[in-house]
């Protein structure tokens, strides 16, 4: 009797399976968010085309980077996401995704994001060891100050001043003035949105004595200065427009973003959170892809 042999493809289907939950926990489509920005970085400090060698590894720094910080994060918040309605079904959670494999995502990605930055740069690698305490510090900081979320947006604003320096080798001479101007826009660009999204959770975040500002303060306190951190975005990218210089498209580019800002805050109000998804998903993919392609144009013109 001839034996049939067999092949491995349920257990390959289980393996994709969890790899694909794993990048649907950290929401990996979301790193278009700030990897525009970090192609800005590298477009400006570039004025124009980099090389294929500093493209390609600043995308790949920029993944690693997002993937070791969320796994992080899943890992460090499982208790409070378990005690949230919101998240209590995340795969972390229910145990879909077990610890092991977030603890190999997150170590690999660590391994990658530094030969990312060994191959980009001396001073990049240089700087990977306080970038870290960014990334993965970051998750911690809501269990004891309210001011979390501008720490999440200068650890977001860390990819601009990484694609500049990915090119330029620099940071801290007089010509590096708009990789910092391009850092400060992102930082209050994601903790003004980082603001909204978190009114959603200001009675878990109080009853696990949690720091978020909404839950300290209030949320129509919370969407007010979420208002303030994007407004003053705007005006950084209108001084970094100014002193880089740059050309016309960068300026219309600028208008429709401070036009999707004002809609995006618009969608969210104190007694009606229902459309905090819309505003905070698909307008800043709008608003992130938008700012890279007038500034790109800008410079190629």
């Known amino acids: 009797m001839t034996r049939v042999a067999t092949n491995n493809t ?11 939950l794993f990048l649907e926990l950290i929401k990996f489509e979301h790193t278009i968010f700030a990897l525009p920005f970090a ?21 790949v720094a920029m993944a690693a980077a997002r993937t070791l910080a969320f796994a992080i994060n899943r890992l460090a918040d499982r208790r409070f996401d378990a005690t949230n309605p919101r998240t209590a079904r995340r795969p972390s959670v229910t145990g879909a995704i077990s610890t092991q494999l977030m603890i190999a995502f997150a170590v ?9 930055a060994a191959l980009l740069s001396p001073l990049a690698l240089i700087l990977f060891p306080g970038a870290l305490v960014f990334l993965i510090g970051y998750s911690y900081t809501k269990r004891f100050t309210r001011y979390c979320h501008w720490v999440l947006g200068f650890t977001d604003g860390l990819a601009a001043l990484g694609g500049w320096i990915a090119v330029r080798g620099s940071i801290f001479t007089p010509d590096d003035l708009p990789a910092w101007l391009l850092m400060f826009a992102v930082t209050f660009w994601i903790s003004g949105f980082d603001l909204i999204y978190a009114c959603q959770d200001v009675e878990h975040d109080r009853h696990e004595k949690l720091f978020s500002y909404p839950s300290r303060r209030s949320i129509a306190a919370a969407l007010f200065v979420a208002k303030a951190n994007h407004l003053l975005m705007i005006l950084t990218l209108v001084v970094l427009g100014l002193t880089f210089p740059l050309g016309w498209p960068f300026w219309l580019a600028l ?11 618009s969608l969210v109000k104190p007694d009606d959170l229902s459309k905090i ?3 905070f998903f698909n307008m800043n993919s709008y608003i992130a892809l938008t700012l890279f392609a007038g500034t790109f144009i800008a410079l190629l013109i």
């Open 10 to 20: 349920p257990s390959e289907t289980s393996l994709l399976e969890r790899i694909r």
């Open 39 to 59: 192609y800005l970085g590298m477009v400006l400090a570039a004025d124009g085309l980099p090389t294929f060698h500093q493209f390609f590894w600043v995308t």
């Open 108 to 116: 690999g990605s660590l391994l990658l994001l530094a030969l990312a």
């Open 277 to 279: 998804n819309v505003a």
């Open 255 to 265: 208008v429709i973003v401070a036009g999707l800002l004002a809609y995006e805050n």
